[in-house]
């Protein structure tokens, strides 16, 4: 069949050649349409939920939203955890559903079911931005010397927030930094007492100063009026004039019982920029699907497109397009470089300009078929699928260059270059296309791999499967048509090229010492083996290998409870200290959370971007930073941006392996994991561990004495009135100035916000006036900053890190803690992290490897039509397997998912290059009754071969090693074993398994 196949193309070289070139010409055109990003999307599908409650503390909000709300949404389809974070006024629900769950399909039936749930009065919610953990793409901050920190917050709020939000690809823009301006009535209470006031009668005096209203239309003289009543608030002079009560017969206004000024706005979250001070920034979070390279082209498009007030700028703190345009830039440099090394091999082993051509052609041939492809199943071009190339490259020529190194071989005897070429295919074309096949298909398990893991190297391994796929079809159609275009009428004898004789008169004494001692080969084989398999037992674990982002995310953890001033003020010293390193670019520092549902941070909680001069050097600046900021009280995290916000997304755990802490009380689960914590650091190997202690907040409970209030007709409403806007001061209504809205609040004044000044704090009653400790009882408890809810457990975290073996040191801990800690009832802990990652893979790996074994297996049983050849190739696996654990050791890598993925390449090339040797070794058995020179025509005739495709494949990986810019650390852990095992896997095809043909095989 393959056979007919070869010979149709030679017949038909025209129409093949028109094929080829119209898909080439297709695949050109897509390669400038495909979308470009740095890492495939490998974030889950994630719903999120914003749940405002003004002035309802932590623990209030879990009660009475987070826990019945989890509990009803985790009945929604496909579901696959809930996460819900309460704090002060508001919650944020996380559902994260099943993979490949449509994001607008989760979107419409969490609605389906919040429509269902009953909110408490004065509740409200919505759906966060359809967007992902790696959506932030873009961080600016505007900058100005003529402008007020007020008023570049209101520049960014109302026009340049709303200008880039509809740029095309943005989710959502979220504002950090700064304040919002707003009115601000301080009411003293004792004018309210002299004027015989209360605090409601201020607050419907806002209320009903404060709204416009439609009065249809009246016709006069043949047109019609629209009618509209205008009584918006536009300034403070319309405040202080505001009529709260007219007594006996004069007007009482608000200036008469308050001040009225403007001022800041309550904030959850500042922004530093460089350790400068308060600064005003934003986050452009583009949408899910989105090509991220294209949004932050538009959005510098807008930016550019935008003319800003006199003095002020807009400056980019953080801008993935370098991290995208360099990675890809790297893969690209590795590829060419790649092409070269292969190119460069083929014409000194080959000699022949014209024969090199037919060969080296089918490498762009083989990547530009594979876009058309990748543009079909849609895959944009990242370090992943670029990698996919690199790692095929190296195979892609290897049947051009047996049937091409054949074809001299016939033309030196004296045959015809069509006869040549036809002998060529008819002899080889087969095993050349199944050894391709085995490599092809062999790598299908990956598609396989499920989670974070399949969404990062399936694009790998669709366009490795994509370019050997179309080396398979190319190579029993097009590269017969390119070889018979190129190869000359004649050449020179092999052994007139000094390459090649060197390399036969180097290799011929160590045959001869072969065939007399194969045994010394054997015992080799099973040494080294043997030593393969102890090496990888002692390989540490990993569940991916770190990815240099070029940026730098420094999450320091406190205790809670840290006020705004002291918090902005370490944050300032921080940024100061980064700043001052030689290698920073720009920090952008963050305390408290930014306007977004998808930063659900407390103020204690600091978030600082860095970007660098060199991110080549980035681990050094990391280690310098390290030691600059050892601030009592923070424990330090560095990780990279997009890294840690998968992490946070998928388990919580911003650390690489962390403990969570499930029961229902949150005093105990808190008590439980700094119990834990304190364990932990008892052993030797632990980095740091850290338990979040949330529980350092401190809350004024002013809780109503029922009898009292029934005894001078004070409901619980109204006092619940007076905590929320007098004491609080939640905002009663907005001023609307054009696009402008400004908060209006009301609250005590300044002089009595403090305990003695509450309990003392003025009530009206309808009896007169009486203190609010007269009526309630006011205490001060420990509580809360944070609650964290999973699956309906309130949850504790404790944040690891460990110089050991993750899966040593949890079996470790484990067992420590099970023989130290007893539990109580209803509570229990799971490790978290990168460790579910790492189990998730190993269960993965207990089918993956075998399927791959045994695809392998039913292809050389295709090949061969023999069991035992089989099983022979099968059994010789190990010996390339330790040259590939030897050299992860040598070079101090951890087994990880991208090591399994290269260990997987491993074996289809392997056993692509002992299924050529295997036939060569065969054929010379055909050619000569004499063992020896069957055995020598095959290995040293056909030495030259081997050798190409061998080390065409060894060295064009080499380039990737020595990369140390963005994008190449994921891809140097699947080449390492790619390189020792390729190494081993020449050995093997040169001694190892012509020792076998000495010992076992007979002459027919």
Not at 644 to 656: H, S, V
Not at 875 to 883: A, K, M
Request: hydrophobic residues 45%.
């Amino acid at each position: 069949m393959i056979e007919k196949i070869s010979d149709y193309s030679l017949k038909n070289k025209t129409l093949i050649s028109l094929i080829v070139i119209f898909l080439t010409i297709l695949g050109i055109y897509y390669l400038f349409k495909i979308p470009i990003d740095a890492i495939p999307d490998i974030s889950e599908t994630q719903v999120i939920i914003t749940i405002r409650y003004e002035g309802q503390d932590p623990q209030t909000i879990e009660e009475q939203i987070s826990y019945p709300l989890v509990s009803k949404l985790l009945s929604v389809p496909k579901v696959k955890t809930i996460r819900a974070i309460s704090m002060n006024n508001v919650a944020f629900v996380y559902i994260i559903f099943q993979e490949n769950t449509d994001i607008y399909w989760a979107r419409s039936r969490v609605l389906e079911y919040l429509t269902g749930f009953r909110f408490p009065e004065g509740v409200s919610y919505q759906l966060g931005p359809d967007a992902t953990s790696i959506s932030w793409i873009f961080q600016y901050v505007l900058v100005s010397d003529r402008h007020s920190i007020d008023e570049l917050t209101s520049f960014n709020e109302f026009f340049l927030k709303p200008y880039l939000q509809a740029t095309k690809g943005v989710s959502e823009v979220a504002t950090i930094g700064g304040f919002l301006k707003e009115y601000q009535i301080d009411v003293n209470p004792y004018k309210l007492k002299a004027y015989n006031l209360s605090f409601e009668d201020v607050l419907n005096a806002i209320k009903n100063s404060n709204f416009s209203s439609g009065g249809r239309y009246i016709e006069v003289s043949e047109r019609f009026y629209n009618i509209r009543g205008y009584g918006y608030i536009k300034n403070l002079q319309d405040l202080e004039n505001t009529l709260i009560k007219n007594l006996d017969g004069k007007s009482i206004k608000i200036k008469d019982v308050a001040i009225v000024q403007f001022g800041p706005s309550l904030r959850e979250g500042a922004l530093d920029y460089n350790g400068k001070g308060e600064s005003v920034g934003g986050i452009i979070i583009s949408r899910i699907g989105e090509n991220s390279y294209e949004v932050i082209k538009n959005v510098k498009e807008r930016l550019k497109s935008l003319k800003l007030p006199d003095g002020m700028k807009v400056e980019v703190a953080y801008d993935r397009t370098y991290l995208i345009e360099e990675s890809i830039k790297t893969l690209i440099v590795s590829i060419i470089k790649e092409s070269s090394i292969i190119a460069i091999m083929i014409l000194i082993f080959l000699f022949s300009i014209r024969s090199s051509i037919s060969i080296i052609i089918i490498l762009p041939l083989s990547v530009i078929l594979s876009i058309i492809l990748l543009k079909i199943f849609n895959i944009t071009l990242n370090i992943m699928s670029l990698g996919g190339f690199i790692l095929s490259l190296g195979v892609l020529i290897d049947m051009a260059v047996v049937l091409v190194e054949n074809c001299h071989k016939y033309l030196e005897e004296g045959y015809s270059k069509i006869e040549a070429v036809k002998k060529s295919t008819n002899e080889l074309s087969k095993s050349l296309f199944f050894s391709l096949l085995i490599i092809t298909i062999s790598f299908l398990p990956i598609f396989f791999l499920t989670g974070e893991e399949g969404k990062l190297f399936k694009p790998l391994a669709f366009t490795k499967t994509f370019s050997m796929l179309i080396a398979s079809i190319l190579s029993i159609t097009f590269i017969s048509v390119l070889i018979y275009i190129f190869l000359p009428n004649k050449v020179k004898p092999e052994l007139e090229n000094p390459i090649n004789k060197f390399m036969i008169k180097i290799y011929e004494p160590t045959f001869k010492f072969l065939y007399r001692f194969p045994f010394v080969f054997l015992a080799i084989f099973i040494i080294f083996s043997v030593i393969g398999f102890f090496v990888y037992r002692s390989l540490k674990t990993e569940f991916l290998p770190p990815f240099n982002e070029g940026s730098i995310l420094y999450m320091p953890s406190t205790v809670a409870g840290i006020s705004v001033d002291k918090g902005f003020e370490v944050l300032r010293y921080m940024d100061s200290v980064i700043y001052s390193n030689e290698n920073v670019k720009s920090v952008f520092g963050k305390i408290g959370r930014a306007n977004t549902s998808t930063d659900p941070a407390p103020f204690s909680m600091i978030e600082t971007t860095i970007e660098l001069k060199d991110p080549q050097k980035i681990y050094k600046t990391i280690d310098e930073l390290s030691n600059k900021l050892k601030i009592p009280g923070f424990v330090n995290t560095f990780g990279m941006p997009i890294r840690i916000r998968i992490d946070m997304l998928k388990t919580g755990i911003r650390t690489p392996i962390g403990i969570k802490v499930y029961g229902d009380n949150p005093f105990i689960t808190e008590s439980l994991a700094i119990e834990i914590e304190k364990l932990l650091k008892s052993i030797k190997t632990t980095k740091y561990a850290y338990a979040e202690r949330l529980s350092n907040s401190y809350y004024i409970y002013i809780i109503p004495d029922r009898q009292k209030l029934a005894q001078y007709g004070i409901t619980i409403k109204d006092i619940m009135d007076v905590i929320n806007f007098a004491i609080g001061g939640s905002s009663i209504s907005y001023s609307i100035e054009g696009r402008e809205r400004y908060p209006i609040r009301m609250r005590i004044i300044r002089d009595l916000r403090d305990i003695e000044g509450i309990k003392n704090l003025l009530v009206k009653t309808n009896s007169g006036y009486v203190s609010l400790s007269d009526i309630c009882n006011i205490e001060i408890r420990r509580g809360f900053e944070m609650i964290r809810n999973e699956r309906g457990f309130i949850t504790s975290y404790i944040y690891l890190d460990t110089n050991e073996d993750f899966l040593k040191y949890i079996e470790k801990a484990k067992s420590l803690i099970s023989s130290s800690i007893i539990l109580p009832p209803g509570y229990f802990i799971e490790f978290s992290g990168q460790y579910e990652d790492i189990e998730r893979v190993r269960e993965s790996l207990k089918f993956i490897i075998p399927l791959t074994i045994f695809i392998i297996f039913i292809l050389l049983y295709l090949n061969f039509n023999s069991i035992q050849k089989s099983i022979l190739v099968l059994l010789l696996l190990p010996f390339p397997l330790s040259g590939a654990f030897i050299l992860l050791k040598l070079l101090n890598y951890n087994l990880s998912v991208a090591v399994w993925v290269g260990i997987i390449a491993l074996l289809g090339v392997s056993v692509e290059i002992i299924v050529v040797k295997i036939r060569f070794l065969d054929m010379g058995f055909e050619k000569f009754k004499d063992k020896y020179e069957a055995i020598h025509w095959a290995v040293v005739r056909r030495l030259r071969p081997i050798t190409i495709t061998t080390l065409t494949a060894f060295f064009s990986l080499i380039p990737i090693m020595f990369e140390f810019t963005l994008g190449a650390d994921i891809l140097k852990r699947i080449v390492a074993p790619m390189l020792g095992g390729i190494f081993f896997t020449f050995i093997l095809s040169l001694y190892i398994l012509p020792s076998l043909y000495v010992i076992y095989r007979k002459t027919s």
